[in-house]
């Protein structure tokens, strides 16, 4: 486990870097100057020009890539330009909100996505198999903010059993900072979970046709003991790699759910950074969806030999 880590470090640490720069230049090449966003739009030329020198904007651009980096390995992260507060201080106070959301979509994404793949894997009947395929396509087929609309609608304007914008802080009242996560993490979950279904529902069904299956067969084993303790142990290793990949995309998908629901995360944060051309922020939070990706890859490694004994992680 050990060797296999630090295996991965230069291969992180080169990802980091590459994203570092792209990080750095995207922003850069939008349209627009932080500098006319800060002036406003009845500045002078002289006013917007002193305002890009404060801000370290008129060096050339690798010297303020450097500047910009030296700050992230000593842990400093800069000054939002639009906030003018740290951007340390600006992304800690939206972190709560975001992987409060992230954490329960998860478990969503998980128990919804894995329980439709064994369904689908373990029906036998025609009509099971065609509607579990059919949730799945459905599934698929409906984004994320359109998933957010519809339980919107349905849990708050026709029933009103939950609220629908807003959010409370679990750690300061949990029993309605629930609530107020439910349907975002729901929508969230629902948009991720089919990808992980259908996977490991043709992987289960995959698995069916190999000769270990036939052996226990002929050992007399009962079908659900096949289902569960063969087929399902044998391809869970393709559901946590699906897991793993959908883990990384909720970063992109709560910035969307965040605004639909009106959740003050990172993802709010990161629309605000974009549009006002704030590169601190977005290039911290451009390395930051990267780092999740990549560290969330990294566990799928290991969980996935923990799971399949034909996997070696040593190196």
């Known amino acids: 486990m050990l060797r296999f880590l630090i295996s991965k470090i230069p ?45 370290g904007l008129d060096q050339p651009l690798i010297v303020q890539y450097f500047t910009w980096l030296s700050g992230v390995f000593r842990g400093e992260l800069g000054t939002s330009y639009i906030f003018n507060r740290s951007v340390s201080e600006l992304i800690g106070n939206r972190l709560e909100s975001t992987v409060e959301l992230a954490l329960l979509a998860s478990v969503f994404m998980i128990v919804i996505g894995v329980g439709l793949g064994v369904l689908g894997g373990s029906s036998r009947t025609r009509v099971a198999r065609i509607a579990t395929d059919s949730i799945n396509t459905l599934l698929i087929a409906t984004p994320a903010f359109l998933v957010g609309l519809l339980l919107i609608v349905l849990f708050g304007v026709t029933w009103r059993v939950l609220p629908v914008s807003g959010e409370v802080p679990l750690s300061e009242d949990f029993g309605t900072g629930i ?22 529902q043709t992987t289960m069904n995959s698995t069916r046709g190999e000769e270990f299956i036939d052996l226990a067969l002929a050992k007399g084993a009962s079908p659900r003991r096949i289902t569960y303790r063969h087929v399902l142990r044998t391809s869970l290793g393709a559901a946590v790699v699906a897991i793993g990949l959908r883990f990384g995309e909720l970063f992109g998908g709560a910035i969307i759910i965040e605004a639909i629901f009106a959740r003050n995360g990172l993802g709010q944060l990161a629309v605000q950074a974009v549009n006002a051309r704030d590169y601190q922020l977005v290039q911290i939070l451009i390395m930051m969806a990267v780092l999740i990706a990549v560290l ?17 992680l040593d190196v």
């Open 11 to 55: 291969s992180i640490l080169l990802v980091l870097f590459a994203t570092s720069i792209i990080a750095f230049l995207l922003p850069r090449f939008a349209p627009g100057d932080p500098a006319q966003t800060i002036a406003g739009s009845e500045a002078t030329p002289e006013q917007v020009e002193a305002i890009r020198v404060s801000l």
């Open 179 to 200: 609530q107020y996560l439910l349907l975002p993490a729901l929508a969230l979950g629902l948009a991720m979970a089919p990808g992980i279904a259908r996977l490991l």
């Open 296 to 312: 969330s890859q990294l566990l799928t490694e290991i969980i996935l030999a923990a799971l399949d004994p034909r996997v070696r």
